[in-house]
Each structure stands twice: as C-alpha cells, then as structure tokens.
C-alpha cells in the first residue's frame, strides 16, 4: 500500500473510539509474532454517518502501488449503496471519491473486485450490484443483479473509457434479467484462459432453471482489448453436461466463486461454492481451466464429508478466498 514492496494488511470498520478514523493500514515485514512494522490510520470521505462493509485493493492507476475500493453506505437512507475510491502511495491513501456510472449515478453493489481485464496496466474496478430489492424507482439497467465495470486510468478512474452496466438483458449474456436472480454475487478475477486478460467470474444463484427455483447458476465473462465483452461467456448450472450433481430448488448454485490456479498451467480454474446444497449440509465444485478458457469436463464436487467434517447444517462453500 505504500510502494516499499512488502505486503500490508488493510481494515475497515464502523465501530471506532471518538478522534480515530475507520480505515487502517498494518504495514509489512511482518514479525514471526505477526506485528506489523507500523500501524497507520485513514479516512474514507468526509460522511461520519458512513457503514463500510468490505475492501478491495489492486493497481487502478498504473504507478505500481495498490488502490482501494471500499463499499461503503449511509446510515441513515435505505439504499445508499456507494463504492469510495482510494489511491495508495508513500504518503498514504487519497480518497478520490465515490464511483459514477456514464450517466453520473453513484455505482454500489454487495460485492467489489479489482483487476486488468483490457491488459492496459490499469486495473478495472468491477462492482456486483446482486441486491435488486431496492432498485425499483431507480432507473439502473441493475434487474436480477448486474455488474458494474469502471475503468482505470492515470487518475484513478479513466477519463476516455466511460463505465458500463451488464446484466440479463446485455446482448450476448445468457438467459434474461429477473428479480431475484443476483447476478453479481461471489464475484472473482483472474486469467481463466491464459492470454493475459483478466476474465470475471459472477454466480447467479437465485437463477431459476424451468420450474426449478433458486437452482443458480455461474457465469464466466472474458476480458479483452476492448474489456470486459459478453462475446463467448461460459455459463454453468448442475445440469450442465459433465457437472456433478442435479439442480434442485433452493440449491443457489454460484453463491460464491473463486479462480485460482492450482496446478501452475497459467490458467485460473473455476471453484464455485454452494453452502444451501443438500439441504445446508453444502459443497463445492471445481473446474479445471484449458486455452478455451473454464470447462465443466473433468470437474468434480466435494462436501464436509469428502472432509471428514459433520454435514448437518455445515454450510460448507459459504465463503471461498482466492
């Protein structure tokens, strides 16, 4: 977070004494002990009345330093859903303030991510706006969740490549937006076919497949020249040939996603969690990656008592970190 090379660790929170700000920063090497070397503090714009819920970080303005997007909403509106801008260097973090849409309207969601999807050495900030509940007197392109893709740039946020909206109802992603389905959950980043753009991985998990409610389902969105594109997205349920396992109401397939590569091929593979599975007992699902980007062949699924753990109730998939 301050360019010296060494990894720090970054908080946020709501709950903070009088005189101290919300954001800190443990600054590395660390000690054996797990002390950082120092502890800073910062703040997130000027609102006291501001909830800070998550936190991501990466290199939005290209000097070599990570950024944060920081989730944040109001205290006191219902749907103040907003995601802060914060450029890192050697004198801390400035806060260049919240994100817009091409239209000016403040971007929120329940989920943030942080990468290169156009390979220009800026890193995209991507916004899973899953939560639809609310949007209905607000005119956002957001019906059964949507992602945000906001640009970067030398500034922070880019000044020639305007942000955009996809959902359901963007040409080239499968199915159609409805209430409910969230898309936009569990988002992930990462190289899923190895041409060095960055792909976004999304769940939907209250898809509904036919008459099978809140079945869910995964959606892979690759990245290019151009950014994120709806061109050649892979889209997967439990009823998509090779994947273990049958769709079933109330499963919410896709809750969480991961892209991770694990056997070192320079392709990230597909982990997809669904802690509702088998009645709450839960599982997981993982997809090896090829040229072609995600496949469904040769994945496999594992649950707590692949784990030797108790199934009852374990929610097992309920969080996933790449």
């Not at 260097?89 to 091409?102: S, V």
């Not at 056997?263 to 990230?268: I, L, P, V």
């Not at 980007?293 to 692949?306: D, E, I, L, M, R």
């Amino acid at each position: 977070m301050d360019g010296d090379k060494r990894s720090d660790i970054v908080m946020v929170s709501n709950d903070v004494p009088e005189n101290e700000a919300p954001g800190e920063v443990w600054h590395g090497p660390f000690t054996r002990a797990g002390q950082p070397a120092k502890k800073d503090f910062f703040a997130i714009g000027a609102d006291e009345h501001s909830n800070h819920h998550s936190v991501a970080a990466g290199d939005v303005n290209g000097d070599g330093v990570a950024d944060l997007a920081v989730r944040t909403s109001s205290q006191d509106e219902p749907d103040s859903r907003a995601v802060s801008l914060l450029t890192g260097g050697p004198g801390g973090f400035t806060y260049q303030g919240n994100l817009k849409d091409a239209q000016g309207r403040i971007i929120g969601g329940e989920d943030v991510a942080i990468g290169d999807l156009n390979k220009d050495g800026y890193g995209e900030i991507v916004v899973g706006h899953s939560n639809d509940s609310y949007d209905s007197d607000v005119e956002l392109p957001t019906k059964g969740g949507a992602l945000a893709v906001v640009y970067g740039g030398p500034g922070g946020v880019s000044t020639t490549r305007k942000p955009v909206w996809i959902n359901q109802d963007t040409a080239g992603v499968p199915g159609s937006g409805e209430r409910g389905d969230g898309m936009g959950t569990g988002l992930s980043i990462g190289d899923t076919n190895g041409d060095g753009y960055l792909d976004v991985a999304t769940g939907l998990p209250g898809e509904d497949l036919g008459s099978v409610a809140d079945a869910g389902g995964v959606l892979v969105l690759r990245g290019s020249a151009g950014g994120l594109t709806t061109t050649g997205i892979k889209a997967f349920t439990q009823n998509t040939s090779g994947v273990p396992g049958t769709a079933e109401n109330g499963d919410r397939f896709g809750a969480e996603t991961a892209l991770v590569d694990a056997d070192s091929d320079k392709r990230d593979g597909l982990v997809v969690g669904d802690p509702a599975e088998n009645f709450g007992h839960g599982a997981a699902w993982v997809f090896p990656a090829t040229s072609s980007g995600v496949t469904a062949g040769g994945s496999f699924s594992f649950g707590p008592s692949t784990m030797g753990l108790t199934s009852l109730g374990a929610s097992f998939g309920a969080s996933l970190a790449d």
